[in-house]
């Protein structure tokens, strides 16, 4: 991944994130533990503890496509 701008990646994941809290999402599934997810708050969890996340989570009704960032969002960041 790369950027022209500095920090763009953070600012991405920051924005994914905002946008997920608001539609009450829990999770974000990295798949890969890196210092760079772990310094914007990422934690690994224990593999019963993500399955007992994922079979409690997978009943909430989806959020229709095409996902959008809310245009109010964009100020908070």
Do not use: N, Y
């Amino acid at each position: 991944m790369f950027s022209w701008s500095s920090d763009a990646s953070k600012m991405a994941l920051a924005g994914l994130v905002g946008q997920l809290r608001r539609w009450d999402f829990e999770v974000i599934d990295c798949q890969m533990a890196t210092s760079h997810l772990a310094s914007l708050g990422a934690r690994e969890v224990p593999r019963a503890e993500f399955l007992a996340d994922v079979t409690r989570l997978i009943h909430r009704p989806a959020v229709v496509a095409p996902w959008a960032l809310e245009k109010d969002l964009l100020v908070t960041l």
